[in-house]
C-alpha cells in the first residue's frame, strides 16, 4: 500500500446552506478538511454578529473536529460600524456578491463604490475581502474579464485591503492576479474549474450537475488554472466553491452549483499525481490560503491511501459533480 500523509487541509471556499441539510454537508466536508471558509449566502444571509456567532456553533455541533472560518455577506446598507462588529463576532472576511450575480445574490451590491467606507473597515480590521467577480449584465463567457476593472478600483482605491478573487475560470484572471501583490491579492480555484469544460456541460448530453457560476469555460482556461494550482505561486489556493442543491432543483431548475467537497481533496490528489506534481498539492492545499488568511497553519495531518474507488451517484439527495469518476486516493485518516 501506498499512502501520502500532510498537513491537514483548508477549502477556504465552501458553502455547507442553512437548516436541516447543514449537518450532512458539514460532516462530507470535515472527513477530508480541517477548515471550510463557510460562505454567507444562506437563507437568510448572514449579516449580523448574532448569525454569524450562531451559524459558527451550529457549524461545530454538526461536525466536531472541523473548524469553521466565518464570513458575513456584504449587503448595501451595511457600515463600518456594523464590520467591526462582525469582526468581533468571529467573522475573518466578508463577502461581496454583485447583484442577482448568483444563487441568492438578488440582494447583492449594485453600488461597489458606495461601499469603499465598508472596504476601508474591512482593511482597518484585518478582515479579507472576498468577491464574486462577475459583472451580472455582461455575456456569460465575458462576465468574470467584465469585472476586472470593478475589481482593481477596489485594489487601488483600498490597496491596504486584502482581496481574494474567487473561483477564478478565467485565463485572462489568472493573468491579472499574477500582476498584483501576492500578500493582498489572490485567487481561489476550485477543483470542478481544474477538471472541466463547456465541453463536458454541454457538449453531449446537457449535465445540469456541472453547472456553476462562473460557467467552467474553454480547455486553455482549464489549462492556465492548472498551471496556476500546479506552479506554486503564493497567489492561488484552494477553494472548492461545493455547493450542494437538492438533485430536483439542478435537474428541474437549473441551479447553479457543484457538489464536490465529500471527496474533492481525494480527487485532487488524482489529478495532481497524474500530471507529475503530486508533491506540490500539499502547499495548495494545506498552507497557502492559510498564510494568505495570516491564519496559523493546522497542526492536525490527514493520510490518503493509494485505492481505486467511484465517486458515488449522490450523496443524501444531492448529485455530485463527479458522480461515477474513478478515483485514485482515498482519505483515510484525518487528525492528529
Ligand atoms: O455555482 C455557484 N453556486 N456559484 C456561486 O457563486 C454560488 C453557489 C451557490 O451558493 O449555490
Ligand atoms: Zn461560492
Redesign the pocket.
Known amino acids: 500500500m501506498q499512502y501520502l500523509e500532510m498537513r491537514a487541509a483548508d477549502d477556504m471556499h465552501l458553502?455547507l446552506r442553512q437548516g436541516a441539510q447543514l449537518v450532512a454537508y458539514a460532516r462530507d466536508a470535515a472527513r477530508s478538511f480541517a477548515r471550510g471558509l463557510v460562505?454567507p449566502?444562506t437563507l437568510p444571509p448572514l449579516a449580523s454578529p448574532e448569525s454569524v456567532r450562531a451559524y459558527g456553533r451550529q457549524i461545530e455541533e454538526a461536525a466536531p473536529g472541523f473548524t469553521p472560518l466565518l464570513t458575513f455577506k456584504i449587503l448595501p446598507h451595511m457600515d463600518a460600524g456594523l464590520v467591526r462588529s462582525l469582526k468581533e463576532a468571529g467573522a475573518v472576511a466578508g463577502k461581496l456578491y454583485p447583484e442577482g450575480v448568483?444563487?441568492?445574490a438578488e440582494d447583492g451590491v449594485r453600488d461597489v463604490e458606495g461601499l469603499f467606507p465598508v472596504f476601508e473597515a474591512m482593511a482597518e480590521e484585518g478582515l479579507v475581502l472576498c468577491i464574486?467577480a462577475e459583472s451580472p449584465g455582461a455575456p456569460v463567457l465575458e462576465r468574470e474579464a467584465a469585472f476586472h476593472e470593478t475589481f482593481l478600483r477596489i485594489h487601488h482605491a483600498v490597496p491596504s485591503l486584502r482581496i481574494v478573487f474567487e473561483h477564478v475560470s478565467d485565463a485572462r484572471t489568472v493573468a491579472l492576479i499574477r500582476t498584483l501583490p501576492p500578500d493582498k491579492v489572490a485567487g481561489t480555484i476550485t477543483l470542478h474549474h481544474l477538471l472541466f469544460t463547456l465541453d463536458d456541460l454541454l457538449g453531449g448530453r446537457l449535465n445540469p450537475h456541472l453547472f456553476?457560476?462562473p460557467v467552467v469555460k474553454t480547455s486553455a482556461d482549464r489549462d492556465a488554472l492548472r498551471e496556476a494550482a500546479f506552479s506554486g505561486d503564493p497567489h492561488f489556493f484552494f477553494g472548492s466553491?461545493s455547493?450542494p442543491?437538492p438533485r430536483e432543483k439542478k435537474e428541474r431548475e437549473g441551479a447553479?452549483?457543484?457538489y464536490t467537497a465529500p471527496y474533492a481533496l481525494e480527487a485532487l490528489a488524482s489529478l495532481f499525481e497524474a500530471h507529475g506534481v503530486l508533491g506540490v498539492l500539499e502547499g495548495f492545499v494545506s498552507e497557502r490560503g492559510a498564510r494568505f488568511y495570516g491564519l496559523l497553519l493546522n497542526e492536525e495531518r490527514v493520510v490518503l491511501r493509494k485505492e481505486e474507488w467511484v465517486v458515488p451517484a449522490e450523496y443524501h439527495g444531492v448529485v455530485p459533480a463527479c458522480a461515477g469518476m474513478r478515483l485514485g486516493w482515498r482519505v483515510v485518516e484525518k487528525g492528529r
Open positions: 458553502h460562505m449566502n448568483t444563487t441568492h464574486h456553476c457560476k466553491d455547493a442543491h447553479a452549483g457543484c
